[in-house]
């Protein structure tokens, strides 16, 4: 089992640095060989660790005076910030001094730093970000793109898809992971040229295509990962959160009108529950970029430690100790190649 040492940018997010370095230090009692490097303005996390108990051996503090804030542009922020904490741990990634970096931050500026630091696979046109969503008949289904590619061709859909099944297998240990295209219906001439184009695609080059699926059944083990372009995604993904909350909000309000409803809560108490944990968005703490040359987790701007920290033991560890990224590789060399083997053929035909 070879060392794991993640970046972790400390002033990203709503919440930073207190509820970042609480996460990140919280993860470290689930593994023995998991380290941190926790980069960011060395003044704040000093402050915020003197607060903790923790083995210095495994944490190292890197300064970074610079911070990317929300509202900075993607693009021009990640080039001109070059002293900033987002910047500084993606650079650790690139030079090998980290197998990954996990923020809360700006996500234009993580999305455009992994592909200008880390470069994409070889293969690869477009990274694409992973999301678990809940499903109530089983385990969570896989989600990509949730935001990454406003637009993106029959064939990058393809390559998400691939990416997503191999994540499936090897982060959730789904043996044969059924895939979906996200459509408006689940006949095969159903949707624009884009999925109808990418569906052609998977039947012949996706081992467990299993179709179309409408956004109603995304819920209920329809697939196991789900596949679209990252305007679709990161809107569904959003609508979906906002839902979920509302629904517990009205709940909250609602039972606190009657103490009969009262009543009733407290012996519903377990449904509940479990029902907050299925729609928990901090259970798997947050989104890995696939597709670039490391690991690059994007949490939700409002994370809190709890969602850090299972995105630490949740993904970023299993991640890099099962190599992840060289498998991704490797079917994404084997796919471009069926790719032009098709693209030959129908030239010839």
Not at 83 to 110: D, F, I, P, W
Not at 131 to 143: I, R, W, Y
Not at 239 to 250: D, Q, V
Request: proline content about 3%; hydrophobic content about 40%.
């Amino acid at each position: 089992m070879q060392l794991v040492k993640v970046a972790i940018d400390a002033m990203g997010g709503d919440y930073a640095p207190t509820e970042i370095i609480s996460g990140a230090l919280s993860a470290l009692k689930f593994f023995d060989d998991l380290n941190l490097v926790i980069v960011g303005q060395e003044e704040k996390i000093w402050e915020v660790l003197s607060t903790f108990n923790y083995n210095e051996d495994r944490v190292e503090i890197r300064h970074a005076a610079e911070v990317i804030k929300s509202d900075d542009d993607p693009g021009l922020s990640i080039r001109n910030k070059k002293n900033s904490s987002m910047v500084k741990a993606l650079q650790m990634v690139r030079a090998g001094e980290a197998h990954a970096v996990l923020s809360a931050g700006n996500t234009g500026a993580l999305m455009a730093g992994g592909v200008l630091f880390l470069s994409r696979l070889s293969g690869i046109s477009r990274p694409a970000l992973l999301t678990p969503m809940p499903s109530f008949k089983g385990n969570p289904v896989l989600f990509l793109d949730v935001g990454a590619n406003m637009d993106s061709r029959p064939e990058q859909l393809l390559q998400f898809a691939h990416m997503g099944r191999i994540y499936a297998q090897q982060i959730l240990g789904y043996k044969k992971p059924r895939v979906a295209l996200l459509n408006v219906g689940s006949e095969t001439n159903k949707g624009n040229n884009q999925v109808r184009q990418a569906h052609a695609l998977f039947e012949n080059l996706l081992p467990g295509f299993c179709g179309n699926v409408e956004g109603t059944e995304v819920f209920f083990n329809a697939a196991e990962v789900v596949i679209c372009d990252g305007f679709v995604g990161n809107i569904f993904l959003k609508t979906s959160e906002g839902l979920s909350r509302a629904i517990l909000s009205y709940f909250r309000q609602e039972i606190d009108k009657k103490l009969n409803y009262k009543l009733g809560a407290f012996l519903l108490k377990p449904v509940f529950l479990g029902l907050r944990n299925k729609i928990d968005t901090s259970g798997y703490g947050g989104a890995p970029l696939l597709g670039v040359n490391g690991l690059c987790i994007k949490c939700h701007g409002s994370s809190r430690a709890r969602s850090i920290e299972q995105a630490l033991i949740r993904q970023a560890y299993p991640f890099v100790q099962k190599d992840v990224t060289r498998k991704l590789q490797a079917a994404l060399e084997e796919l471009a190649g069926d790719i032009e083997e098709i693209a030959g053929s129908e030239k010839s035909d």
